[in-house]
């Protein structure tokens, strides 16, 4: 069999022999000349034959757990970079992103080199908090919110950096993993866990655990090892635990500067250790003898933002740190990594580096340091203080639209900006697939006040309220949007890791899961559909009735390349556009997943008929059947 033919469904490879898939079932062989891409004089009844069996397969795979998932793929992140991590011989940087991705790039030019890709799910199953690559650059660890949502506990992936293979899962954890790092011999790898959970130490050799200890009251976000093999770690119970080399407790101290130390860094030499927090700027340097405070870092000029991040040059001259301080230059606001003189004790200047928090800063040989971003993005400062690489982010930054994300009546038409506070507007006419002028069609702004509905404190806040009671959260989920329907029966609110409506009494209707944090949202004239602008750069629609998911657009950066699909996989794109979307294939919870860009698939799955039926049915089986019958005219 010269052709590569795929299963529609879950993309198995097809050998010639079986009949059906062996994944979902579907009947390969019956449509192998379909799938192949030579020329099917369509009909009514075979067009929507076909439809109907991917459906029912689709299910099948759904209960087997081997759905596809499709995934956009720019070669960047397109969601928060947690972790970072470097090999000692600086030849790799490794990113961990909150959009389900390991990517490995060439250290100093930024190249991509591989993308990791550990099983994922709906929902927050499968993002990265946690990365780290082994000293001899063989293999990459990676954790977060990783096989939670199918067996209750989490797992860390151990991957094969050369060859991309998942080779190891380390089960069985009681909650998320927020660190990873091996020891600079490379014989251990240490976890931070999140809530009561504390630490755990592997063997390297076969990953094997060694270690535990929980006597912890809060999650642990910070975790390093010096030289000689001591481990300190951070909690957000506000201590500081030192081990020795043996991983036996020694010392354990409340940090001096803050009630959340977050990540924290031996010094070189081993002799002190640098500790940032998340609730002040404060930057204390403490004695790795006995974790008593030494000194202060100079943190003038700020009060309202946090150094979570930080860590000492390769040679220990010079302290960094980075988080969400910024500075505005030139009109521009940039966050900023700050550069101490003599360890943290004397002059400093900040370095703009990035449009959102600094999330990892790691030391470089030569005196500079590489960061990784919320943009995302990472880059390069070098021991002069100038940016030295700069990898940027590919995604629309849908952050602070406010009253600029607008919808038509129908929901077909929105505008958002490609530039935080919607500069750089845009208005894409979904159901017509195509950028028009704003004059041409009527917007409205997303709805924020209404008598008799006071919704306050719902911007940036973990305490929401509807006429001064509490709107129900998850515990630390940010309110983020609103929107509150016309009608006045109804309002939206976008979360961190929810999109949610509620009755005007604060009764919850619908909660669904989001892929990023939900940015702007806004709800249609007619109001049947809630529209919603995400983290990872994609404006979604859901059905008002039951918050069932639609349509999604991801316009790129460029402001030339877009694509809009429904969840089926049913697309149009531009030039260029459908090289940015594909199908994440999971091939089990112990083995690396797959990835296909939908233009594999384009004679099966490019049906701009299918977008168009959306706002006419307001469903996508609807829609579907619709497009069918047209296409068999």
């Known amino acids: 069999m010269s052709e590569k033919i795929l299963c529609p469904v879950c993309y198995w490879q097809w050998d010639g022999g079986a009949k059906n898939c062996p994944h979902c079932d579907f009947p390969i062989a019956q449509f192998k000349d379909l799938l192949s891409g030579k020329p099917v004089l369509w009909d009514k009844t075979l067009k929507q034959d076909f439809d109907n ?33 470097i090999d000692k011989a600086e030849r790799f940087l490794v990113t961990g992103s909150l959009d389900k991705t390991i990517k490995v790039w060439e250290l100093r030019t930024g190249r991509l080199i591989k993308t990791l890709r550990p099983p994922i799910g709906s929902g927050n199953e499968g993002k990265i908090y946690a990365v780290a690559i082994s000293p001899d650059g ?54 931070g866990l999140g809530g009561q959970n504390g630490i755990r130490i592997y063997k390297t050799d076969d990953y094997s655990l060694i270690k535990r200890d929980s006597d912890y009251q809060a999650d642990v976000y910070g975790l390093d090892f010096s030289d000689d093999g001591r481990l300190v770690t951070t909690s957000l119970d506000g201590y500081i635990r030192l081990y020795d080399k043996n991983f036996k407790l020694v010392r354990k101290k409340k940090a001096p500067g803050g009630s959340h130390p977050f990540q924290i860094s031996f010094s070189p030499d081993g002799s002190r250790i640098a500790v940032g927090y998340d609730e002040t700027p404060s930057v204390d340097v403490l004695s790795a003898d006995d974790l008593d405070k030494l000194y202060s870092a100079d943190t003038e000029g700020f009060s309202d933002c946090e150094f979570i991040s930080v860590t000492f040059s390769f040679d220990g001259s010079f302290l960094y740190a980075g988080g969400t301080c910024r500075n505005k230059i030139d009109g521009d606001w940039k966050y900023i990594i ?34 990784g971003s919320g943009e995302p993005s990472f880059g390069i400062v070098d021991a002069s203080g100038r940016l030295a690489l700069y990898k940027g982010n590919t995604i629309a930054d849908l952050r602070d639209q406010l009253e600029g994300f607008q919808v038509s009546y129908d929901g077909s038409v929105v505008r958002f900006g490609y530039e935080v506070f919607g500069k750089s507007p ?7 697939r195509e950028f028009v002028d704003e004059t041409s069609v009527r917007l409205s702004k997303p709805i924020i006040q209404m008598q008799g509905l006071e919704i306050t404190d719902w911007e940036d806040n973990y305490y929401p309220k509807l006429n001064g009671e509490p709107i129900k959260l ?4 940010f309110s983020r949007s609103l929107a509150i329907a016309p009608d006045g029966k109804r309002f939206l609110l976008g979360a961190d890791w929810s999109l949610r409506l509620f009755d005007r009494n604060g009764n919850e209707i619908w909660k669904v899961p989001v892929p990023e944090v939900a940015c702007a949202v806004n709800i249609s004239g007619n109001g049947k ?36 699909w429904t969840p089926k996989g049913y697309y149009d794109a531009s030039p260029g556009g459908e090289e940015l979307i594909g199908w994440h294939v999971n091939k089990g919870k112990d083995k690396e997943s797959e990835f296909y860009p939908v233009s594999e698939f384009k004679h099966l799955f490019h049906r701009p008929e299918v977008i168009r039926m959306i706002f006419k049915t307001y469903d996508e089986s609807r829609a579907v059947a619709l497009a069918s019958e047209e296409e068999a005219r």
């Open 529 to 564: 559909v809630a529209v919603a602008g995400f983290g990872d750069g994609t404006i979604r629609w859901f059905r008002m009735e039951d918050g069932k998911e639609l349509l999604a657009f991801f316009p790129h950066k460029d402001k030339r390349r877009w694509v809009i």
């Open 426 to 432: 845009a208005v894409f006419d979904a159901e017509r």
């Open 53 to 85: 069996l991917i459906e029912k397969h689709r299910e099948i795979s759904r209960k087997r757990k081997v759905e596809p998932i499709l995934k956009i793929e720019t070669g960047m992140h397109i969601a928060v970079i947690k972790r970072i991590d």
């Open 338 to 371: 700050r550069r101490w003189e003599r360890a943290g004790k004397g002059r400093y200047i900040d370095v703009p580096v990035a449009h959102n928090t600094i999330m990892h800063i790691l030391p470089l040989k030569d005196g500079g340091v590489v960061f």
């Open 474 to 477: 998850e515990r630390y989920e």
């Open 138 to 191: 063989r293999h990459v660890a990676g954790g977060g919110w990783t096989g939670w949502d199918w067996e209750g506990t989490a797992s860390i992936y151990i991957f094969d950096l050369k060859t991309g293979s998942l080779v190891q899962r380390c089960s069985g954890l009681p909650n998320v993993i927020h660190h990873l790092a091996y020891s600079k011999d490379g014989r251990y790898l240490a976890a």
